[in-house]
């Protein structure tokens, strides 16, 4: 089927994979959003869907926007909504505010990137704007003006920290990923999943639970991923691609970063801290670009004498991002606020302007045991 995810009907492997994990935001682990407070708004009930999908039918033209740096949760689903809003016979454009526009490697197999637009291209005034996995303006990037200065703006999102913002917020942070909340539209629109919009809403939904490890899957949650295997893509090669596919000088970037590995037991009031960095002369050596790197936080977590886990990436220009995670017992998002970043409890980022050294210590001091 055209569209299809690599090997989705074929079953050949895509070539386009590079990096062993999504590619994120910022060194933000996947639906990271910048600190706010908790949404807290209870979850869109019949009402507020059938206010959007009212706003949905009056529309001629419907712009989707995803964040900046997009993820598989973002990506998949602006792509997996612009599919089925296109079936229905609206005239659909997907977007996301960078200027140059980067789809992630090991995201180039997602369907429906024909509908993809650069920003120049989305009106100054739309009509109808829906984002997806944008929990602050600011993660709108360079279409944060155009998408406020439209007559209606829904905001679907499941971040906690969701700011509020949009004339149509449907936020639920007790959904385990944006993709979740994409299905229900589906649902209440009438468009029935075909194995293209499949392909968006697992990528989506695997990759916010980190391939269903994370504690905000359920029995729901594997429900409907069974629903979306029902139609027929492989998983298998999916998952091959956004997890276990890498060039071989990420293999040589890996292999430096976790010799240079950091324990420090006596972290966190002894609950231990594992960390590394990446200078980006690792990164120019092997070809290799930053976001290729975000899986080795990944690597690095599985430490058995550590909460939590660090890692720091050097861009071109210098700066730090920090990508962490936690097991249970630490609040990174907290942490990474305190450095001017945010995140998920269990996983979020920043960025950093200063030494890896003073970065290190601030993060460090910042880090407190939940309560």
């Known amino acids: 089927m055209a569209g299809e995810p690599a090997g989705a009907a074929t079953g050949a492997p895509s070539a386009s994979t590079a990096g062993g994990a999504p590619a994120v935001p910022g060194g933000e682990p996947p639906g990271t959003a910048l600190p706010g407070p908790r949404f807290a708004a209870p979850a869109p009930g019949d009402r507020e869907w059938a206010e959007v999908l009212a706003l949905i039918a009056g529309a ?60 120049a291209e989305v009106p100054d005034r739309p009509e109808l704007v829906l984002t997806f996995d944008v929990a602050a303006e600011s993660r709108l990037g360079l279409l944060r003006e155009k998408a406020l200065a439209a007559r209606a703006l829904v905001v679907v999102d499941h971040h906690a920290s969701n700011t509020g913002f949009g004339t149509h917020p449907l936020v639920d942070p007790a959904a385990p990923a944006t993709a979740v909340l994409v299905d229900e539209l589906l649902r209440r629109l009438g468009v029935p999943l ?25 029995a729901a949650t594997h429900e409907f991923a069974a629903r979306l295997l029902a139609t ?37 009031g002894g609950l231990g801290l594992v960390w590394t960095w990446v200078p980006y002369a690792d990164l120019a050596a092997h070809g290799v670009t930053v976001e290729e790197i975000e899986g080795l936080i990944d690597v690095v977590r599985r430490t058995a004498e550590a909460e939590v886990a660090l890692v720091l990436k050097q861009d071109p220009d210098g700066a730090l991002r920090g990508s962490s995670r936690a097991k249970g017992a630490v609040d990174v998002a907290a942490a990474c606020a305190a450095l001017g970043g945010g995140g998920h409890v269990y996983a979020a980022g920043f960025t950093s302007a200063l030494g890896v050294q003073e970065t290190l210590d601030r993060f460090r001091r910042a880090l407190r045991p939940s309560a």
Do not use: M, N
Not at 194 to 218: E, P
């Open 194 to 218: 075909d194995q293209s919009i499949a392909a968006c809403l697992y990528t989506g939904v695997a990759t916010d639970t980190g391939s269903f490890k994370y504690r905000a899957t359920t």
């Open 60 to 119: 001629r033209e419907i712009d989707l926007v995803c964040h900046v740096c997009p993820d598989g949760d973002a990506l998949g689903s602006a792509l997996a909504a612009g599919l089925a809003l296109r079936s229905l016979g609206h005239r659909v454009r997907v977007s996301f505010g960078d200027d140059p526009q980067v789809v992630p490697a090991s995201l180039a197999f997602l369907p429906g990137q024909e509908l993809l637009v650069p920003v």
């Open 232 to 268: 027929g893509i492989r998983q298998d090669l999916i998952s091959r691609t956004l997890w276990d596919t890498s060039s071989f000088g990420y293999l040589k970037v890996l292999s430096a970063a976790l010799a240079r590995a950091e324990l420090d037991r006596t972290a966190v």
